[in-house]
């Protein structure tokens, strides 16, 4: 059984084939730059890589180059050799609680969600449509980013706007990064050698995009993103949490568009507003006391310990933290850095295991301590071919 999994974004497609007899892949790679002259292609498969550069129109032109590359390395000698294509789909709305076959009728309410999520969904309806034209027979799966967070009680989901705002413009927390928490929740489970349903954890996701989730019992109860991925943690490009005000003093007193703010807040603040830079591998080699680059580590460490503060308030206690995403995963240095001065709340991290290279997810908190640390590397593309399989076997079942 071969799954495709494809997160498309505005300008790019990323992909991934997997086995899903071993669970192992087959082929990954991305298209990017679509509809600009000399996108760039990169393929991996086996142990060779390849690199090549073409114009690229649309994202209907990218999968016909996606399926040749997949024929030619003879991954696929027939399209109908897949049994699905998983898609990666950043916002469901209060439509989607879980992973859904893509039928013409889901497209329509996913069309519906656009103003959503103006950058994200149209690409991934692209995509989507895309494969239709190529297989009308091939089965589809929508996964949600925000599925996830459909757990999330109503005091901690809704914001303290007028109530209309919530039942006919569907302005709440939705929260992100949904396919990551529910790889990461089941990874910790097995780390920790508990049922996932009595499994409490906070799962720290930090990349360029970055949030926080406070997950009880295998399912989320807060999470830092909010109605889009703006709210929330410092990121790469993205501001997180500020007064809102500052929005209305940028437009009336300084002649800011509405373009313009949220351009800047999108795409200027965050790690890049504050030392010009959002490489996080950058900014640890250029800190120093008193420069700019220490000041945005700073605001960005200051920012995840008062969410992790939060979110052992109202977990009560948490069997562990867990450290994910780009830099989770591969910086020592922020993970140490973030967990300093915790002690009060019995969280003790073991330096040495910290520092320590592996290949596998490991612990690295001090023997004994009552909250276990934990990196764990993501793999939202293995849990999005996971959903896609368990639907359509479900559908199945159901039949």
């Given at each position: 059984?071969?799954?495709l999994?494809?997160?498309a974004?505005?300008?790019?497609?990323?992909?991934?084939?997997?086995?899903?007899?071993?669970e192992?892949?087959?082929?990954?790679?991305?298209?990017?730059s679509i509809?600009k002259?000399?996108?760039?292609?990169s393929?991996e498969?086996?142990?060779?890589?390849?690199?090549?550069?073409?114009?690229?129109?649309?994202?209907e032109?990218?999968?016909?180059?996606?399926?040749?590359?997949?024929?030619?390395?003879?991954?696929l000698?027939?399209?109908?050799e897949l049994?699905?294509?998983?898609h990666?789909?950043?916002?469901?709305?209060?439509?989607?609680?879980?992973?859904t076959?893509v039928?013409?009728?889901m497209?329509s309410?996913?069309?519906?969600?656009?103003?959503?999520?103006?950058?994200?969904?149209?690409?991934?309806?692209?995509?989507?449509?895309a494969?239709?034209?190529k297989?009308e027979?091939?089965?589809q799966v929508a996964v949600?980013?925000t599925?996830?967070?459909?757990?999330?009680?109503?005091?901690?989901?809704?914001y303290a706007l007028?109530?209309?705002?919530?039942?006919?413009?569907?302005?709440?927390?939705?929260?992100?990064?949904?396919?990551?928490?529910?790889y990461v929740?089941?990874?910790?489970?097995?780390?920790?050698?508990?049922?996932?349903?009595?499994?409490?954890?906070?799962?720290?996701?930090?990349?360029?995009?970055?949030?926080a989730?406070?997950?009880?019992?295998g399912?989320?109860i807060?999470?830092?993103?909010?109605?889009?991925?703006?709210?929330g943690?410092?990121?790469?490009?993205?501001?997180?949490?500020?007064?809102?005000s500052?929005?209305f003093?940028?437009s009336e007193?300084k002649?800011y568009?509405v373009?313009?703010?949220?351009?800047?807040?999108?795409?200027?603040?965050?790690?890049?507003?504050?030392?010009?830079?959002?490489?996080?591998?950058?900014?640890?080699?250029?800190?120093?006391?008193?420069?700019?680059?220490?000041?945005?580590l700073?605001?960005?460490?200051y920012?995840?310990?008062?969410?992790?503060?939060a979110?052992l308030?109202?977990l009560?206690?948490a069997?562990?933290?867990v450290f994910?995403?780009?830099?989770?995963?591969?910086?020592?240095?922020?993970?140490?850095?973030?967990l300093?001065?915790?002690?009060?709340l019995?969280?003790?991290?073991?330096?040495?295991?910290n520092?320590?290279v592996?290949?596998e997810?490991?612990?690295?908190?001090?023997?004994?301590a009552?909250?276990?640390?934990?990196?764990?590397?993501?793999?939202?593309?293995?849990?999005?071919?996971?959903?896609?399989?368990?639907?359509?076997?479900?559908e199945?079942r159901?039949?």
């Open positions: 059984m071969k799954i999994v494809i997160n974004g505005s300008s790019s497609l990323k992909f991934k084939l997997f086995k899903m007899l071993d192992s892949v087959l082929c990954l790679g991305q298209i990017e509809g002259q000399n996108s760039r292609i393929f498969h086996q142990a060779h890589s390849s690199e090549k550069k073409l114009d690229v129109l649309d994202h032109h990218a999968f016909h180059i996606l399926f040749d590359l997949l024929f030619e390395e003879g991954l000698v027939d399209i109908n049994y699905a294509v998983g990666r789909v950043v916002h469901g709305g209060d439509l989607f609680s879980k992973a076959k039928s013409d009728e497209i309410q996913l069309k519906e969600l656009i103003p959503l999520a103006p950058l994200h969904n149209p690409s991934n309806i692209a995509g989507i449509s494969v239709k034209q297989s027979s091939l089965a949600f980013d599925a996830f967070h459909h757990s999330i009680p109503d005091y901690a989901s809704r007028p109530s209309k705002l919530y039942f006919e413009d569907k302005i709440q927390r939705y929260g992100f990064h949904g396919s990551s928490y529910a929740s089941k990874q910790a489970s097995k780390l920790l050698d508990k049922p996932l349903e009595e499994t409490t954890i906070i799962s720290l996701h930090l990349g360029n995009g970055a949030s989730c406070a997950i009880k019992n399912r989320s807060d999470t830092s993103m909010g109605m889009t991925p703006l709210e943690l410092v990121m790469g490009t993205r501001s997180g949490d500020i007064d809102p500052i929005i003093y940028l007193q002649g568009s373009d313009e703010i949220d351009l800047l807040l999108n795409k200027q603040s965050g790690l890049l507003g504050l030392c010009g830079d959002n490489d996080m591998r950058l900014i640890l080699a250029k800190a120093q006391k008193g420069n700019e680059y220490q000041l945005a700073d605001i960005y460490v920012r995840i310990k008062k969410y992790i503060g979110y308030a109202i009560g206690s069997d562990g933290i994910t995403g780009g830099i989770g995963e591969n910086s020592s240095e922020i993970r140490e850095q973030v300093q001065g915790l002690e009060g019995n969280i003790y991290f073991d330096p040495v295991k520092r320590e592996k290949d997810d490991f612990f690295f908190n001090m023997p004994g009552s909250i276990n640390l934990m990196v764990i590397k993501t793999d939202e593309e293995l849990e999005i071919a996971l959903q896609t399989r368990e639907v359509l076997q479900g199945k159901g039949n």
